[in-house]
């Protein structure tokens, strides 16, 4: 993991591999005209005020995440200095904003993998804007590199032998105070959000022969040991003594059985409860009714929600939040086999309530509501679960945009906004009343399947039939934005991303200060 540091020394001063700063669009007058934003004064004085000329010269239009390199003058001790786009200038009375100064670290980390240091000297007004450039640099510097490079060989420097260059190994955040309380507290908190969110994007890139629901469960254990968590693993035989018959129906197909598993992170001086259930289908071939050709590759990521959960609970242990935080994982491999379950199988849930299953690869909502109904058990004050549930909320809100539907509306207003505010794209979705007749069975209770149109609003209504009366609940439909399959942008590489861990960490944080009522 990259090192971060608050650095004392000057940009001018400052010994490193390269040195960031950050250049902006002008807005005014002059637009088009390069400007150099704040924290780089030192660094324009050694190009003789003539920095934004020499960017220019070199193409650089200052536009949010591009980056330009340059020899650094002899008035610097680092060699390259690194200029990254802020996007436009922002109005007299206003800052740069915090998620433009976070995909800018993120962008330029990137750009600097086989480096050992960087200064990173981007506009800091406050110990706000520190934590999102920290928190954007480390994310920008991941790298998935497990399975990549052979050990027989000489590695270059700065590359893993036989593979790609390594992330860049520290972080130096200059313009900020090291001795004050807020700045350290930022860093710190960067430091733990942004590690735990790396620990996500590992396991939603781990292939699925090494990461299946006993080795996802091991994993976690191993996690609580290490933190403090309290880790309780059901087993098959413990599925089906309690009968979670959704879990043990869609895991019943592969040779490794599904896993529930509980995490509880507990403050003393805890006033409220939030549960945070996660899908965890570590791969998903659909079952019986198999993907078509192009759907399987990265199927991998369909526990992305349960990752998102499970490095939630850790960063929350991690920063000593005042509010209790239950995780719940609800593991499981889709496969075909003999002894899968077929379209047309009725699975009676752990809450009792049977299930006609019209379509085996709608089975993330069947892993969930025996999760959600074992959770609103212990009667949390709030209940949030986090799934790549459906391609309908793809279509709908794109690759970028999760979904946020509630049984709450205010509940559901609070989440969207604390998306938007940590820079995570959400959008508040319905639960048309309407959409729920569709799944109406001749044969069960509920159907799995109902209403092609509103896919999406369809499960989340499934889901909300499993959570406990009067539990305020909220479904993250993460589908689209958990797994990348383009180009890196930003501080977001290609493949799992971490979606929706920083909202839940910040959540938790609200619940704790008793900002959610």
Not at 176 to 195: M, Q, W
Not at 324 to 342: D, F, H, K
Request: glycine share 12%; net charge negative; charged share 20%.
């Amino acid at each position: 993991m990259t090192a971060l540091t608050l650095s004392t020394a000057g940009a001018a001063t400052l010994r490193a591999d390269a040195l960031v700063v950050g250049v902006a669009k002008n807005a005014g007058s002059k637009a088009g005209d390069l400007v150099v934003a704040p924290g780089a004064e030192a660094v324009d004085k050694a190009f003789d005020g003539k920095l934004a000329t020499v960017l220019e010269t070199l193409g650089a239009s200052g536009a949010e995440g591009e980056v330009t390199k340059l020899p650094a003058p002899s008035g610097l001790k680092v060699p390259v200095v690194v200029a990254v786009g802020l996007g436009p200038v922002p109005g007299k009375d206003d800052a740069y904003d915090t998620e433009a100064l976070r995909r800018a670290a993120g962008s330029a980390a990137r750009a600097l993998a086989g480096s050992k240091k960087a200064g990173f000297a981007l506009p800091t007004e406050s110990a706000e804007d520190a934590e999102a450039i920290a928190e954007g640099a480390l994310l920008g510097a991941y790298a998935f590199t497990a399975y990549q490079g052979g050990e027989n060989k000489v590695a270059p420097k700065g590359a893993k032998a036989g593979g790609p260059k390594l992330p860049l190994a520290e972080v130096a955040l200059l313009g900020t105070k090291p001795r004050d309380k807020a700045f350290k507290a930022a860093a710190e908190r960067a430091l733990a959000v942004a590690e735990e969110i790396n620990r996500a994007r590992d396991l939603i890139n781990t292939p699925p022969n090494d990461l299946y629901p006993e080795s996802f469960a091991a994993v976690a254990t191993a996690a609580g040991k290490e933190h403090g968590i309290k880790v309780q693993v059901l087993d098959e035989k413990a599925l089906v003594k309690g009968g979670f018959g959704g879990l043990l129906g869609v895991g019943q197909g592969s040779a490794h059985g599904p896993r529930l598993v509980r995490l509880a992170y507990t403050h003393p001086k805890a006033e409220k409860t939030l549960a945070l259930v996660g899908k965890g289908i570590t791969y998903d071939s659909g079952g019986i009714s198999l993907k078509p050709a192009g759907h399987n590759e990265t199927m991998k990521c369909d526990m992305s929600g349960a990752a998102a959960v499970f490095a939630a609970v850790v960063a929350a242990s991690r920063l000593g939040l005042k509010v209790n935080v239950t995780g719940w994982l609800a593991l499981a491999e889709n496969m075909p086999s003999g002894n899968a379950t077929r379209p047309g199988d009725v699975l009676r849930m752990y809450s009792g309530k049977t299930v006609e299953v019209l379509n085996t690869d709608a089975e993330g909502r069947l892993v969930l509501a025996d999760a959600l109904t074992r959770a609103s058990e212990e009667k949390p004050d709030a209940i949030v679960d986090v799934a790549t549930l459906t391609g309908a909320m793809v279509l709908a809100l794109g690759n970028r945009t999760f979904g946020v539907m509630a049984n709450d509306d205010a509940f559901r207003t609070s989440i969207h906004e604390i998306a938007e505010e940590v820079g995570e794209a959400s959008w508040p979705m319905p639960l048309p009343a309407d959409l729920r007749k569709g799944m109406d069975s001749p044969t069960a209770d509920i159907a799995n399947m109902g209403e092609r149109m509103g896919g999406g609003l369809v499960a989340g209504l499934f889901l909300q039939e499993f959570v406990g009366e009067g539990i305020a609940w909220a479904h993250l439909d993460i589908a689209g934005p958990a797994f990348h399959e383009g180009a890196p942008y930003g501080y977001t590489p290609k493949g799992g991303t971490g979606s929706a861990v920083r909202t839940l960490v910040k959540l938790a944080e609200r619940t704790a200060a008793g900002d959610l009522g």
